[in-house]
C-alpha cells in the first residue's frame, strides 16, 4: 500500500521550531518531488516549499523563505521540513505530498500523493 505519513507537529510558542517528517511506505520516494502545503481554518491550502527528487533544488513560499528548510534522506525514504522562528500565522495543518518525476511545483493539482497531515500549532 502506497502511503505517506507527516508527524512532528504539535504545540509550540512563537519563535520556537519543529521538524516535520514526511516518511513513504510502500514505495521508493527518491524519483518524486517532495511538496509541502499547509491549510489553516477557513483558509484555502497553500503551497510553503519543495524539494527535486535528488535534494538539489529547493523552492519556497515568500511566507517560508529564511525560516523554513526544506531537506530529504532518500537512503530513508523520508523528507523534512525544518521551521524555525514560528509565528502564529503559521499554525495550520501541513501536508506533504509526491509529485512523479522529481521536479518541483508550487501547485497542489501537480502533486499526486498525499498525506494525511499533521497539526502545528503556535501560541502566542
Known amino acids: 500500500q502506497v502511503r505517506l505519513v507527516e508527524s512532528g507537529g504539535g504545540l509550540v510558542q512563537a519563535g520556537g521550531s519543529l521538524r516535520l517528517s514526511c516518511v513513504a511506505s510502500g514505495w521508493a520516494l527518491s524519483t518524486y518531488a517532495v511538496g509541502w502545503f499547509r491549510q489553516a481554518p477557513g483558509k484555502e491550502r497553500e503551497f510553503v516549499g519543495a524539494i527535486s527528487w535528488s535534494g538539489g533544488s529547493t523552492y519556497y513560499a515568500d511566507s517560508a523563505k529564511g525560516r523554513f528548510t526544506i531537506s530529504r534522506a532518500n537512503a530513508r525514504n523520508t523528507v523534512y521540513l525544518q521551521m524555525n522562528s514560528l509565528k502564529p500565522e503559521d499554525a495550520a495543518v501541513y501536508y506533504c505530498?509526491?509529485?512523479?518525476?522529481?521536479?518541483?511545483?508550487?501547485?497542489?493539482?501537480?502533486?499526486?500523493?498525499w498525506g494525511q497531515g499533521t497539526q502545528v500549532t503556535v501560541s502566542s
Open positions: 505530498a509526491a509529485r512523479p518525476g522529481g521536479v518541483i511545483a508550487d501547485s497542489d493539482n501537480k502533486y499526486s500523493y
